[in-house]
């Protein structure tokens, strides 16, 4: 046995997290559709619930996404006794969702692989958003054309020297000497390759704290090695508009 009801809370108000605006702000409810029901298993026992379909709009950037409210009698809370609420917003937000980040200059195969990762962390697939932070930087060198780098070794007597290897180590050297990343940046991006490594090879899982350090140097790493030489050469272009006249 079930009841629906057509815009209930429609223009009603309230505040949630808005996946543009990054912020708590007030929503208006654009349609509603409001289920109620009861499930019943013998002659003396049934669950009553409720569930609750909200499009809903923010008042300040005007995005557009979706509420579900659901509850039923058998979750209850023990100290007040009232129906406990599961409340779920797509596109999926809470006060720990990382957002997705606008880079105009990165190539769309880059932009895509990020947005994978942004993904997976918001969603908790923690091991295969390890795999992603290396995938971007095997995709970074590809974009770059580095193909190999200079990489110490050691060697007989506690020496060490120095080998042209391809693989990522190398790689992520290669834009250190290309000039492409700095010599600490580049020493940064080596523990992305640990913890991609780690991930796809071991198949540990990193840390929610460790996956978000190394998204934000990843964002970094976007911004400086594409974004900002974009900026630096239109910088220039009107300095030099600005001279001429």
């Known amino acids: 046995m079930r009841n629906i009801e057509f815009n209930k809370s429609k223009d009603t108000y309230f505040r949630v997290l808005c996946p543009e605006c990054k912020i708590e702000t007030r929503h208006i409810v654009l349609q509603s559709a409001e289920i109620r029901g009861r499930e019943d298993y013998d002659e003396t026992f049934s669950i009553d619930w409720e569930s609750k379909h909200q499009i809903i709009e923010c008042q300040g950037c005007l995005t557009i996404s979706y509420c579900d ?45 990020y947005r994978e990762i942004i993904d997976c962390y918001n969603n908790q697939i923690f091991t295969l958003c390890a795999a992603g932070l290396r995938s971007i930087i095997e995709g970074i060198c590809a974009e770059e054309s580095v193909k190999d780098g200079p990489v110490k070794i050691s060697a007989k007597g506690g020496s060490t020297k120095i080998v042209r290897k391809k693989n990522l180590q190398g790689k992520i050297a290669g834009l250190c000497e290309k000039g492409i990343l700095t010599e600490k940046q580049s020493d940064i991006l080596h523990q992305h390759r640990y913890i991609g490594n780690e991930a796809v090879h071991e198949l540990t899982m990193p840390s929610k704290e460790e996956l978000e350090l190394a998204i934000q140097i990843v964002e970094h790493t976007l911004e400086s090695v594409f974004e900002i030489p974009l900026k630096a050469s239109e910088l220039h272009k009107k300095r030099s508009k600005k001279t001429k006249a």
Request: hydrophobic fraction near 20%; aromatic fraction near 6%; charge should be positive.
């Open 69 to 113: 409210e659901s509850s039923n009698s058998e979750d209850r809370d023990p100290r007040t006794g009232k129906s406990e609420v599961c409340v779920r917003l797509y596109p999926k937000r809470t006060k720990d969702t990382l957002f997705i980040k606008d880079f105009l200059n990165t190539s769309s195969n880059l932009k895509r692989i």
